[in-house]
């Protein structure tokens, strides 16, 4: 894909998700039925300049990443980060940023070998039935890496285009210097913030030929599933108290799956 | 914030305070010396590591001095073979104040050796290793190359040792001049802004490129440049820049440690594409 056609399908991209958001019902973004940031799995390795330690809830949300010891990047104040999606045919909206919109049902831990342990999985079917989704969830400890394969089952007689999303309400370094503040900026297959003369964090897509974008968002409480990039700011690299987002378009035939992978590096 | 992150926030920005602080106290020592730049640079491919296709290809190549000359990731984006072609390695005896260094087109000092490639399997093949001697045989700097394709990272350990019968300290640092997604469609214009343990440039809605530091307790920090040749490697701060910085510029990251005689130190750097 050349340089023009990756801005303009970004810039197609985002603006069918604003048209979409648009003729769309309200965003659910309202209620919270469970917001519990308790880990459920802590996985810690190294020490000192090597640290590295997330964490799981049972809901599926990473709550804690910290590294080097001593810089927490998520877990300053009330940590969100999760997972949306969007029933482009129903224009429901479903999402758990550790506060979820009330429309799923409960998560099914799979952990063979007990809290703490990998292979962990969490899944997730929405209350209507229409999807399932399934989070795998790994490391990377060289490389300071939590990975995040999000499967997402379509689950009813025809074929649906969903759009999916990962946020992150990043924190860097405790909440930067001054305030809650950091740098944030986004390219085509990540997002990340961070602060200068610091540490950062970014979220990537494993490289995949599905439609995605990385997206900054100016607030902190997530994304709109049906419109990830409505609340980008107009300028970037945006300094502020921020997100970041990774959101994929998935058209998945009756009863089969797409499978997309992400990645919260600290650099 | 805890006692514990502030203690380690302020412990690394003392490391990093101090570690600016002592390059710029020897660059100022260093002001008006002229640059020992000499014409022996080359960009040509000694081997080419070849990986995927399209969204997921990632290739990279190492020229005979031991330069990363070539950063293609994904399909059609290239990161550092574009014009003015400039990646490598400096080395600074601050004992000494002599510099070393090979950026390829951006700047050789002309006072090493010629490089001893090992390569058993031969061209294009891994385990890489290029060694290098200073002409005054004081240093012998050891480059081995590898790779995580899943990951888009090429990864350089270099080893450094002091060949003297005394201790030196030594400024190590690995630059590139980076040009991300094929130099910004040409005008050469990125962004860029730097970490402790790392430099990027990149531009907003398109790709990047990142050099890193493997966690170490050495002292070190990223480095944004405002030129596209790089810097001596005894006089590291001309040319860094309030970031973050939108313009032709270029990155890498410093070490700075101290080895006894015989001694040998190694620093491993990485290039991700992002």
């Avoid at chain 1, 810089?71 to 129903?90: K, L, M, Q, W």
């Avoid at chain 1, 990962?166 to 405790?174: D, E, S, T």
């Avoid at chain 2, 343990?197 to 907003?204: C, I, K, R, T, V």
Wanted: net charge neutral.
């Amino acid at each position: 894909m050349s340089s023009r056609k990756l801005l303009l399908f970004v810039l197609v991209f985002t603006l069918a998700m604003a048209a979409f958001g648009q003729n769309g019902q309200p965003p659910l973004i309202t209620a919270s039925q469970s917001a519990d940031d308790t880990c459920q799995s802590t996985y810690t390795s190294g020490s000192g300049v090597t640290f590295f330690r997330f964490c799981v809830t049972a809901n599926g949300n990473i709550t804690e990443l910290q590294s080097p010891v001593g810089f927490e990047h998520i877990r300053v104040g009330s940590p969100s980060e999760g997972y949306g999606v969007c029933d482009n045919a129903t224009k429901v909206r479903y999402y758990d940023y550790v506060g979820d919109s009330g429309n799923w049902n409960d998560a099914v831990i799979t952990q063979p070998g007990g809290p703490n342990t990998f292979p962990l999985k969490v899944t997730r079917t929405a209350s209507d039935g229409s999807f399932t989704l399934t989070q795998a969830f790994s490391q990377k400890t060289n490389e300071r890496i939590a990975k995040i394969a999000m499967t997402l089952k379509n689950n009813g007689s025809s074929s649906k285009t969903f759009s999916l999303v990962r946020f992150a309400n990043v924190n860097a370094n405790n909440g930067g210097n001054v305030g809650i503040l950091n740098n944030f900026d986004s390219g085509a297959d990540a997002a990340w913030g961070y602060n200068s003369v610091l540490f950062g964090v970014r979220l990537s897509t494993v490289p995949t030929t599905l439609e995605h974008a990385g997206f900054v968002d100016m607030s902190n409480d997530g994304p709109d599933p049906c419109f990830p990039g409505s609340s980008s700011p107009p300028q970037q690299p945006f300094y502020g108290d921020g997100g970041v987002i990774m959101a994929y378009v998935l058209a998945v035939p009756a009863g089969q799956s797409a499978t997309v992978n992400v990645e919260y590096k600290r650099f | 914030m805890t006692a514990l992150s502030k203690a380690s926030n302020r412990k690394i920005s003392l490391c990093v305070v101090i570690l600016a602080l002592a390059v710029f106290s020897f660059a100022q020592d260093q002001q008006g010396q002229e640059s020992n730049h000499a014409n022996t640079a080359s960009t040509a491919c000694q081997s080419t590591f070849n990986f995927g296709s399209g969204q997921t290809l990632f290739n990279f190549c190492i020229s005979a001095n031991g330069n990363l000359v070539q950063f293609t990731s994904p399909e059609g984006f290239e990161h550092i073979r574009e014009g003015f072609i400039g990646e490598g390695y400096g080395v600074c005896d601050f004992t000494q104040k002599k510099s070393y260094f090979n950026y390829a087109e951006g700047g050789t000092s002309g006072n090493w050796r010629t490089p001893v490639i090992t390569q058993p399997a031969g061209p294009n093949t891994f385990p890489l290793t290029i060694t290098r001697t200073t002409s005054d045989g004081i240093f012998t700097l050891t480059q081995s190359y590898s790779r995580n394709t899943s990951e888009r990272i090429a990864k350089i350990a270099m080893t450094i040792r002091n060949n003297t019968g005394g201790p030196k300290t030594v400024y190590l640092i690995r630059f590139a001049d980076i040009d991300a997604n094929n130099a910004n469609h040409g005008n050469s214009m990125n962004e860029f802004d730097f970490g402790i343990d790392s430099a990027w440039g990149y531009n907003s809605h398109a790709y990047g490129l990142a050099v890193s530091t493997v966690p170490t307790t050495v002292s070190h920090a990223g480095m944004v440049w405002s030129r596209n040749d790089g810097p001596d490697p005894c006089n590291p701060l001309v040319y860094i820049v309030p970031t973050p910085f939108f313009g032709d510029g270029s990155a890498g990251i410093l070490s700075s440690f101290g080895l006894a005689a015989g001694q040998s130190k190694t620093i491993s750097v990485e290039y991700q594409r992002f």
